[in-house]
């Protein structure tokens, strides 16, 4: 598999405005999230009635995607990775957008899913790095889970045009995108006093969103980020 992968990775790569080291690390770093903690039993936790909102998912993973980085710029990628574990299994660890919560309040029921899931993805990253059929397995693999499931999260080179698509969105509430009605305007009329000016607010959102007020967070997700484009939807930037 590792094989067939490499045969397209620089391909794929290019393809997707990954052509440096540092686009290759943030993308990896998009894969190491969704592959250990996203694509998992956090979804199911995220469905249940305790636990995290979409906006809260949204500052949690974007959070862990900085911690991720930490993994894939390591000298001791190993090492590095069982930290990053140890993290995401802490329960008392406050999650990002939660106004205070942890693992144990927001996933009660979930907690064993969990802990074997992360463990188990874990376990085969650490396996798969060992492989030597490739150059850099981690790469190889992360990488095109980024692309294949997070092309658009923070992080990956798309990220910049969602994030500019939001500032075209609050400045013109008749934009296409809004599918129409008055959705656009009442977007705007409910905007939290919180919220900080355009250019401050599309900065945090390229650097880290979870730092923004989890009422800011919250209207962002309930209005902008379903209509600035994929992954949430592709109305309305056809001419773009």
């Known amino acids: 598999m590792l094989r067939s992968l490499d045969a397209h990775h620089i391909a794929l790569c290019e393809e997707n405005g990954i052509l440096d080291g540092e686009a290759h690390a943030k993308a990896k770093a998009v894969g190491l999230v969704i592959e250990?903690?996203?694509?998992?039993?956090?979804?199911?936790?995220?469905?249940?009635?305790?636990?995290?909102?979409?906006?809260?998912m949204f500052a949690e993973s974007t959070t862990l995607h900085a911690r991720a980085l930490d993994v894939t710029r390591a000298e001791d990628g190993a090492t590095a990775l069982l930290d990053f574990e140890r993290l995401l299994l802490e329960r008392s660890r406050v999650w990002a957008g939660t106004d205070g919560k942890t693992l144990r309040d927001l996933g009660y029921g979930h907690l064993g899913a969990y802990d074997q899931h992360l463990k188990g993805r874990v376990d085969t990253l650490l396996a798969l790095r060992?492989?030597?059929?490739?150059?850099?397995?981690?790469?190889?693999?992360?990488?095109?889970h980024a692309i294949?499931?997070?092309?658009?999260?923070?992080?990956?080179?798309?990220?910049?045009?969602?994030?500019?698509?939001?500032?075209?969105?609050?400045?013109?509430?008749?934009?296409?995108?809004?599918?129409?009605g008055e959705r656009g305007a009442q977007a705007v009329s409910e905007m939290p006093k919180s919220t900080p000016p355009p250019e401050e607010l599309t900065a945090s959102l390229m650097t880290r969103p979870s730092l923004l007020p989890v009422e800011v967070l919250e209207w962002l997700s309930?209005?902008?980020?379903?209509?600035?484009?994929?992954?949430?939807?592709?109305?309305?930037?056809?001419d773009e």
């Open 36 to 56: 250990v903690w996203r694509n998992g039993p956090v979804e199911n936790i995220h469905a249940s009635r305790r636990g995290p909102s979409d906006a809260a």
């Open 130 to 144: 060992d492989h030597t059929c490739v150059n850099d397995p981690w790469d190889v693999h992360l990488v095109r």
């Open 148 to 180: 294949t499931y997070g092309r658009d999260h923070l992080g990956m080179p798309n990220w910049p045009k969602i994030v500019e698509r939001i500032r075209v969105l609050f400045e013109n509430p008749d934009h296409p995108a809004w599918h129409g």
């Open 222 to 238: 309930d209005h902008f980020l379903f209509c600035a484009g994929p992954p949430y939807s592709f109305r309305g930037w056809e």
